[in-house]
């Protein structure tokens, strides 16, 4: 016996036969010169029945059925498209047959076009009287129950085609993510910034701590990688003279899911030739500033509050704010063992369970699990330690720390930017410093690049870099709960 979904699709298979059987295409082609139902609203909403019954405006539309009923012979639909909705009013005496049977044979669901006149009915609803009905797609499947909508929220991912149809507030998401990728672009070339493409398959994937996506090229014989970063080619650019370059593009990484991981996603990032982290921080505030205004536009996010300057505090204070522990005050001894010890000593003490076997493990240890969760307005954190930067500048005040930053609203990481590494010596002895790591069992430490080794010696500027999670800052700007909120497609487990 046949489920009730099959009946229906049953029943809608055998109206395209018949359709068919008619000469009627249940799958028609173009309907050129049609105009938005959105456009008709603005254009002509005002309008009073007198006005427009005496100017008979034309009106040629298009869109899915999303409503439908009879009354005799007269008839009555709501079209959808991707402007808006827009009621058809037809008589059935009127229509020639193949129409009447495209309307008799109609579902929710389906995509006809409709050409007529603009009127108001009695209601006082602008809809256009049909004086043509063609169909152009008999769908085969039935939509969701319009009032139930798409609610299943993994549903909802999986099947984003028929979440976008029924579920107008991801619809609206997604036109918000392409503003906000819009205004990136449109900052970064104001300020002379060159947008770049860099490879995707590449050698060894460098520019981030994550472990990469391996795949094999049959003609060269030999294994690549996605890339986890856009970092290393684009300084490899500034060597080359090009002193402001920015990529928006796809990074993959190899790591689990959450509401704010997908291992595919989209980075910014932006490089300028003579500039530092201090620069970063304000080229920061200004994308995130101008995508804000050109989404929701007030420099408000629902409780977030982007007006700058954002506030600026240490990874050492962060630490102390949320655990009372004094990272800087135990690391004043001058031993790097005696000092991760003193600061084991006080985690334990205190409750807090860390693992880290350096001083500034510890501390970027005790920042992750313990303050960033704390940091819901704006917050540029900065001081990192060396550890966990193989690619920033070192901090003249403090070689354990380098020159580096990263912004933080709601607990997330929404920026990561740095005075760039631009010693060729001291970078190589980090790559060797991560190389152990690796050679250790961490199988997200960097690894050795001498491609990228050899470009440094060919000299790089002081350079300021940064990198912005594109979806997260869409997350903060739509108030998305989760990145698959703001992904179209995102990855997802078995069924």
């Keep these: 016996m046949l489920s009730r979904e099959e009946q229906l699709r049953e029943a809608r298979r055998a109206k395209m036969r018949t359709l068919r059987e008619a000469g ?7 309907f050129g010169d049609r105009r938005l139902m959105g456009d008709l609203r603005r254009q002509y909403g005002e309008a009073s029945a007198e006005e427009l019954d005496a100017a008979r405006i034309p009106a040629r539309v298009a869109g899915r059925v999303v409503t439908v009923r009879s009354h005799g012979k007269i008839g009555f639909a709501h079209l959808q498209d991707g402007s808006g909705r827009l009621q058809i009013y037809l008589r059935l005496p009127e229509l020639s047959e193949r129409e009447r049977l495209v309307w008799e044979h109609l579902d929710l669901g389906d995509i006809v076009g409709a050409e007529g006149v603009l009127m108001r009915t009695r209601t006082g609803e602008l809809t256009v009287k049909v004086e043509s009905l063609t169909m152009l797609t008999k769908a085969l499947r039935p939509l ?13 991912y999986r099947e984003r085609h028929l979440d976008l149809l029924v579920n107008p507030e991801s619809r609206a998401v997604f036109e918000a993510r392409s503003r906000i990728v819009a205004s990136l672009r449109r900052t970064l070339d104001e300020l002379g910034f060159i947008e770049v493409e860099t490879p995707v398959l590449v050698p060894l994937a460098g520019g981030a701590a994550a472990r990469p996506f391996l795949t094999y090229h049959n003609a060269l014989d030999r294994q690549l990688s996605l890339r986890i970063a856009t970092e290393l080619h684009l300084k490899r650019l500034v060597v080359g003279g090009m002193e402001r370059v920015y ?3 796809r990074v993959f990484r190899n790591e689990g899911l959450s509401t704010r991981h ?3 996603f989209t980075s910014l990032e932006a490089y300028q030739a003579y500039a530092d982290y201090r620069d970063m921080m304000d080229l920061t505030e200004r994308l995130v500033q101008n995508a804000a205004r050109a989404v929701n536009g007030s420099l408000r996010a629902g409780e977030i509050d982007l007006t ?9 204070e962060a630490v102390k704010e949320a655990t009372g522990i004094d990272v800087m005050a135990l690391g004043s001894s001058g031993d790097e063992r005696r000092d991760a010890e003193a600061v084991r000593a006080a985690a334990e003490a205190a ?5 880290a076997a350096t001083w500034g493990g510890l501390l970027a240890e005790l920042f992750e699990r313990y303050a960033e969760d704390r940091l819901v307005q704006p917050t540029f954190v900065l001081g990192h330690p060396v550890e966990t930067s193989p690619l920033a500048r070192r901090d003249p005040r403090d070689p354990r720390l380098t020159e580096r930053f990263e912004l933080y609203v709601q ?7 740095f005075s760039e590494l631009n010693d060729p010596e001291d970078q190589r002895r980090r790559f060797e410093a991560q190389l152990a790591q690796r050679q250790a069992g961490d199988e997200e430490a960097h690894p050795m690049d001498e491609d990228f080794l050899a470009a440094l010696e060919v000299g790089l500027p002081p350079t300021g870099g940064l990198g912005i999670g594109v979806d997260r800052l869409v997350m903060l700007l739509t108030g998305a709960p ?5 992904i179209l497609f995102p990855t997802m487990r078995n069924r």
């Design 482 to 486: 989760s990145i698959r909120d703001v």
């Design 411 to 417: 607990g997330r990481e929404i920026a990561n930017a």
């Design 247 to 249: 990529e928006i593009g």
């Design 144 to 156: 969701p129950d319009k009032h139930a909508g798409l609610r299943d929220v993994e549903l909802r």
């Design 24 to 30: 009627v295409d249940p799958f028609g082609t173009r």
């Design 308 to 316: 700058g300057p954002f506030r600026r505090i240490t990874m050492a």
């Design 262 to 264: 997908n291992p595919e």
């Design 351 to 355: 409750g807090y369970e860390v693992e």
